[in-house]
């Protein structure tokens, strides 16, 4: 059983920058699609940015579009999320997931196609 453990989460203020990583134990994840998925108190969880097996494709939400970037080193068996120009509606507990299908060319922004996750790191963007 692969485990997600994230990390470089935080308190930030509004405009900074923040690197966020996902480490998978237990097992290789070079071949999964893997995703970051967003939740605040009261809501669900929504996807962030999404990157395929062997990173030629990539997804992002709307709302971090431009200030955003999700990269992976399979030989490290790690991804990232790099955040700039924070807002404080951004703050957030965020969450790493990957997909136990491989091989998949195409990333989804369903919560429901991810099957393992980790247990989530809080974000805080001050004003």
């Known amino acids: 059983q692969v485990q997600l453990v994230e990390s470089g989460g935080g308190l930030v203020r509004a405009g900074g920058s923040l690197r966020l990583s996902c480490v998978a134990s237990?097992?290789?994840?070079?071949?999964?699609?893997m995703a970051w998925f967003r939740q605040v108190p009261g809501e669900g969880r929504q996807f962030v940015a999404g990157?395929?097996?062997?990173?030629?494709?990539?997804e992002y939400t709307d709302a971090v579009k431009g200030r955003c970037t999700i990269f992976r080193d399979n030989a490290k068996n790690t991804m990232y999320l790099q955040l700039s120009s924070l807002k404080p509606e951004d703050t957030a507990v965020y969450y790493c997931?990957?997909?136990?299908?491989?091989?998949?060319?195409?990333?989804?922004?369903?919560?429901?196609?991810?099957?393992?996750w980790g247990q989530g790191i809080q974000v805080t963007v001050s004003q």
């Open positions: 990157i395929n097996w062997n990173g030629t494709r990539t």
């Open positions: 237990g097992g290789t994840i070079s071949r999964n699609n």
């Open positions: 997931a990957a997909d136990s299908v491989t091989l998949q060319f195409a990333v989804s922004v369903r919560l429901s196609y991810y099957d393992w």
